[in-house]
């Protein structure tokens, strides 16, 4: 358990869904004030971590420890350290289960005598004549318990359309829970992983791969998640004085879903708890009904997305003499994203079972002569990382280390989308075959850091503690002069169980560690899109010019940036009370926190 760590998760239930983070609240108006996530000291997605892989994690909330992390480490830092190879003979570990998922939650419907009731009573509240007749509860009543003794279209003419049938209206009979006819019992997942680790005195490895997969909760919709993990962590001490590191890890997957940008929209679910429970799921000739959405699930409608991740970490671990370490390492990460969306109108039949009509529900964004969308995004990013610390104590208990460093970050990114509606074929879909709209999106931005940073760290006797910061930072996302920012911390403690009264005193048989500690520290933020310095134009828009008028192509100022942004800054001041009792068998933290954010970041 974190104090102060918040997990939300607006998916849950989707396969592959993940949360996000935020520590001690909102912290800006642009609604991303999320931790810094490091795994082994590179920037990554928790959901991009194979969990087996993982050997601690640790949370970093106040200013003074954050400081050192630099340009995104405002709101929190959180470490995750992968496991390592240990000297001795080589382990093998296998780790697997399988479990299902079941909805937990969903709501409570009335069924369509009920219903039937509660309109008929909102019916009469308003004046309004729509109201289901003393033979229509009975019907209902009826079917409820023996649905084969009512012919639940017995008011559906011949030949009629049935696109949509009954919608909104007090005809037909049925007992329909639309949260039960698309939502299974149970669905099926599974995690497999196995690892190799071990090595001699100079070398030692961990290599480990993953499998998980899960199906999704609706009945009727092809939705499924996979992910396959590979890890690998070498470290090899070439001298007495040099270590060489590399760390890598790749990560793919693989999601099925009929709803996203191109296929069908979010008003799925809302129409779930929406149409009347009064109309049969299953039409005069054994089809599902309009009404119940499963057409559109089972049109051919479909969304793929396919993640790859892949980043490299080689670093050095240098001692040239007694206490004096450097470390250095660089690092690789490439993030690839495609796309590929077909929507599908699917066939209606009518009452007769032989005609049919496509159907276009609005709220589903269905497309009625189909639309095929594609796209792609690729992600490059590098960091260099280099600091030093040194350790040197004056007299017996005057204990220093002083550290020193840089560190540089440079990211590019891609993307093209591209989409076209009336397509002449639904079976096999190009981008390039069809008759209606066309859409291309093309973009490409970047962004970069590059930050200095110190550190003192001073204690006298194990007892008295005294740490000071300072961050002097970089970024490409604002305007020359208004790029670098200074960010200092302090941060003191005092460690009462050290001292001779507390040892001698009674209570230290109870309370065998207390420490009393406070920090201050401004920390800075970025986090504002790429160009928010920049005014954007918009070409494509005619404005009239000259005598006779005459339309002539432009542009148009889309948005109107201020020159003068720069950080965001975020000083935080933070009491705390760390204790334990009974030989470390109980343990806690009490913290007082104030965090006051100016110069705050917010699109206008």
């Known amino acids: 358990r974190v104090p102060g760590l918040l997990v939300s998760n607006s998916n849950t239930g989707r396969p592959g869904a993940s949360g996000t983070l935020t520590l001690r609240g909102q912290g ?51 470490l995750v350290t992968t496991k390592k190879g240990e000297e001795g003979k080589m382990r093998v570990n296998y780790q697997g289960n399988v479990g299902w998922s079941t909805p937990t939650v969903l709501p409570d419907m009335v069924d369509s005598y009920e219903f039937a009731q509660y309109w008929n009573a909102g ?156 109309v049969a799921p299953i039409d005069p000739n054994g089809h599902f009904t309009e009404l119940t959405m499963i057409p559109y699930l089972q049109s051919g409608t479909y969304t793929n997305t396919q993640r790859d991740r892949f980043s490299l970490t080689a670093g050095l671990d240098i001692q040239p003499v007694k206490n004096w370490f450097i470390f250095f390492d660089y690092t690789y990460k490439l993030m690839d994203l495609e796309y590929e969306a077909l929507n599908v109108s699917p066939l209606i039949y009518g009452a007769d079972g032989v005609s049919t009509s ?40 005057h204990n220093f280390t002083v550290m020193a460093g840089y560190q540089e970050e440079n990211n590019d990114y891609s993307y093209m989308k591209n989409s076209i509606t009336g397509l002449y074929s639904t079976s096999n879909p190009n981008v390039g075959m069809g008759t209606g709209d066309k859409t291309v999106v093309d973009t490409r931005n970047g962004w970069a850091t590059r930050g200095f940073f110190g550190r003192v760290n001073y204690d006298y006797d194990g007892r008295y503690l005294l740490e000071l910061n ?42 065998d560690n207390l420490k009393l500690r406070a920090s201050y520290g401004v920390l800075g933020n970025q986090n504002i899109g790429v160009y928010p310095y920049q005014q954007i134009y918009e070409p494509g828009h005619d404005y009239p010019f000259g005598n006779p008028v005459t339309l002539q192509s432009g542009a148009y ?48």
């Open 123 to 278: 019916c009469i509240n308003a004046g309004s004549p729509r109201l289901y007749s003393e033979e229509k509860m009975g019907l209902l009543q009826q079917y409820i318990k023996d649905p084969s003794s009512v012919d639940p279209w017995f008011e559906l003419p011949k030949n009629s359309n049935m696109n949509p049938a009954f919608e909104n209206s007090e005809l037909g009979v049925g007992n329909t829970n639309y949260f039960d006819l698309h939502y299974k019992d149970w669905a099926f997942k599974q995690n497999h992983n196995l690892s190799l680790s071990g090595g001699g005195k100079k070398a030692q490895y961990y290599i480990s791969g993953g499998y998980y997969s899960e199906d999704g909760i609706l009945r009727y919709a092809d939705m499924d998640f996979s992910r396959y993990n590979f890890a690998a962590n070498i470290s090899s001490q070439i001298t007495d004085w040099m270590k060489v590191k590399v760390n890598t890890k790749f990560m793919h997957s693989d999601e099925d879903t009929p709803f996203g940008d191109g296929g069908l929209s979010e008003g799925f679910y809302h129409s779930l708890a929406r149409f009347r429970p009064t």
């Open 557 to 604: 100022m889309k948005t109107y940036n201020n020159p003068e942004i720069t950080w965001e800054k975020t000083a935080i001041t933070d009491i705390g009370l760390d204790f334990s009792l009974l030989n470390g068998r109980f343990s806690g933290t009490l913290d007082y926190f104030y965090k006051y954010t100016s110069d705050i970041l917010a699109p206008v």
């Open 470 to 511: 300072g961050r002097y930072d970089g970024s490409s996302r604002f305007a020359d002069g208004h790029r670098w920012g200074l960010f200092p911390s302090v941060s003191a403690g005092w460690r009462i169980s050290e001292e001779d009264f507390w040892k001698n005193a009674a209570v230290s048989a109870v309370v």
């Open 28 to 78: 800006n108006l642009d609604n991303n004030a999320n931790p810094y996530i490091l795994v082994d000291g590179v920037e990554m997605s928790l959901s991009d971590v194979n969990p087996n892989d993982i050997e601690s994690i640790s949370v970093l909330k106040d200013a003074a420890a954050c400081a050192i992390y630099g340009a995104r480490a405002a709101y929190g830092v959180i």
């Open 358 to 397: 496509k159907g276009v529900r609005d709220e589903l964004g269905v497309s009625p002569d189909g639309k095929f969308t594609r796209y792609y995004a690729h992600t490059r990013y590098q960091s260099i990382n280099l600091y030093s610390n040194y350790l040197f104590t004056l007299g017996d208990k």
